[in-house]
């Protein structure tokens, strides 16, 4: 599911950033929020050890709190993030669940935690990317995409390893 969407947002991104309408921003942003929640869910779900239905409500909430969040804000901050604060409460998430991780020595630990770093310079690029144009015409918004990329490619690995350990823990039963 994951991969799936995955596709969908770079689809999404190369639709938005080539037409630049409304529909188009909705197939940039769906996909991402749709990501965020499905990795958020599965990350309670396969790493931390939450039932299958307190993981879907967790990542319901998620969602609740982080539109909630990014309302204010916005209020509160304007345009000085450039629109990044909708990604805040997601980086704060993935960055709190490998905190967890690494206390619990758990083997996604550093994989989750190398994906929040990834994702803080991510956002920091996108957030000055409007600020440093006039200085660097090119901007910064392509290292967002890049880095947003290598967050997506980190993520996944993660889910990959930890199938491929379940699977060698069934073989070994």
Not at 40 to 53: K, N
Not at 83 to 99: D, F, I, K, N, Q
């Amino acid at each position: 599911m994951l991969a799936a969407v995955t596709v969908a947002i770079g689809i999404g991104s190369f639709l938005f950033h080539t037409f630049a309408t409304g529909w188009a921003l909705l197939a940039d942003v769906l996909p991402i929020r749709v990501f965020m929640l499905v990795c958020i869910g599965a990350a309670l779900h396969r790493f931390v050890g939450v039932g299958r239905w307190w993981s879907v409500l967790a990542a319901v909430a998620f969602l609740v709190a982080s539109i909630l969040f990014t309302a204010v804000s916005s209020r509160l901050l304007g345009d000085a993030l450039n629109r990044s604060e909708m990604y805040l409460p997601a980086l704060l998430t993935l960055a709190g669940v490998g905190g967890w991780l690494m206390q619990r020595r758990h083997p996604a630990r550093r994989v989750l935690l190398a994906a929040a770093a990834l994702f803080v310079a991510s956002v920091f690029f996108r957030s000055i990317d409007i600020a440093v144009c006039p200085a660097l015409p090119l901007g910064t918004h392509f290292l967002w995409h890049l880095l947003n990329a290598a967050v997506l490619g980190v993520l996944l690995a993660a889910f990959i390893r930890d199938c491929a350990r379940g699977r060698q823990r069934e073989r070994a039963a």
